[in-house]
Structures are given as C-alpha cells and as structure tokens.
C-alpha cells in the first residue's frame, strides 16, 4: 500500500456542539467543502467523536452532523477526552493509513482542537490547522471571563502561525487553500 502524506480529521463536530457553535454554519461548510475535495483526490478523512455524560453515544445529540457524517468505509474514533489520541484507536489508524501530516478541524478550538493539534506534533505529524476550519462556543454577556469567540479563534490561529516545533511542519490554511491536486512531496498548500 502507498503512504498517504495527508489526512483530514474532524473532530466533535456532532449535533449538540454544533447548536452551541460559534459561526457554525460557515464553519461546518468549510469543512464539509475541505472533505469533499479531500475523498475526491483520495486523501482520507478521520472522523472523531465525543462520547460523556452528555453526549451520550447512540443518542441524536451525539451524532455528527448530517452535513459532515462519516461515509462508509471511513475511520471514525470515539473518545472520551480532549485528547483524540488518549485511550482511543487514532494512532494506529493513521498508521494503518500512512499518514505523516494532519489537516486538523472541528469544535472546540481551545479544548480539543488544540489538545489533538499538539498531540499530534508531539507524536510525530506535520500539521495544518484550517483556520476556517475550526471554531468554539458562542459567548453571551455572562461569559465575562471568556475571551470573544472570534477573538479565541484568530489568537490559535496566530499561535499556530507562529509555533516552533522541532522536526515539524506547522501551518495555518483556510480551507479553500488547502490543495489536494498537488503531486505527492509538491507542497499541497498553496501559499498563505
């Protein structure tokens, strides 16, 4: 089997995160449009998902939303940390895949996104994180100690523009920049 460079992975993007989301439609739209383009150049896509108290598995609220489900045959990993890695099959799975660089979406960019993004650096993969691609809780005026959620998500954008990691590859992308045509060893980014 060929070594695929890349995948996509998306994580907790499921019903009732998604009601809670910050700019959820733009964002489940980007990265439904980043999938598509990613299954159409062969590139697989991950999906993760979030299983507790209160994303009970098998329930409607734990589903991941119609517009981003998993189709047949694609790995889907159940966690029940912010850690996509910790305790579930991910690692071997994109092993399995020969994947050496992650092109990382989904909620909650400062739990979960990030978690899984530095996870990730530290277990040996290049990264993307989509900078459309990713996003949070909304803030009401009682969230005084939460910094806005535009705000949160350009301040991990920067952060991952401007993190050093050794041996690594970490960039930032919108969506629409992410190029699956490019050969193999190419750069399939266009640049920022």
């Known amino acids: 089997m060929s070594r695929t460079a890349s995948a996509v992975l998306v994580i907790d993007m499921q019903n009732t995160l998604v009601r809670m989301a910050h700019r959820a439609a733009e964002t489940v739209a980007a990265i439904a449009g980043l999938c598509e383009r990613a299954r159409a150049a062969g590139v697989p896509v991950v999906t993760v998902r979030q299983g507790d108290a209160e994303l009970v598995p098998g329930t409607e609220g734990w589903r991941v939303v119609h517009e981003l ?16 890695f910790l305790g579930t099959g991910l ?13 990382v979406t989904g909620f909650a960019t400062e739990i979960c996104v990030d978690t899984t993004a530095r996870q990730a650096l530290s277990r040996g993969y290049d990264l993307v994180v989509v900078a459309d691609g990713h996003t949070t809780s909304r803030r009401g005026e009682q ?36 190029d699956f045509t490019a050969p193999e060893g190419a750069g399939r980014l266009t640049p920022a």
Request: charged share 30%; proline share 8%.
């Open 69 to 84: 489900a998993p189709r047949e045959g694609e790995a889907v990993v159940d966690k029940t940390a912010p850690d996509s």
């Open 91 to 103: 690692g071997p799975t994109l092993e399995a895949l020969g994947v050496t660089e992650l092109i």
């Open 143 to 178: 969230d005084t100690d939460l910094v806005p959620a535009d705000r949160s998500i350009a301040q991990y954008n920067a952060i991952y523009r401007t993190i050093g990691w050794p041996g690594r590859r970490v960039r930032v992308r919108a969506a629409a920049d992410v």
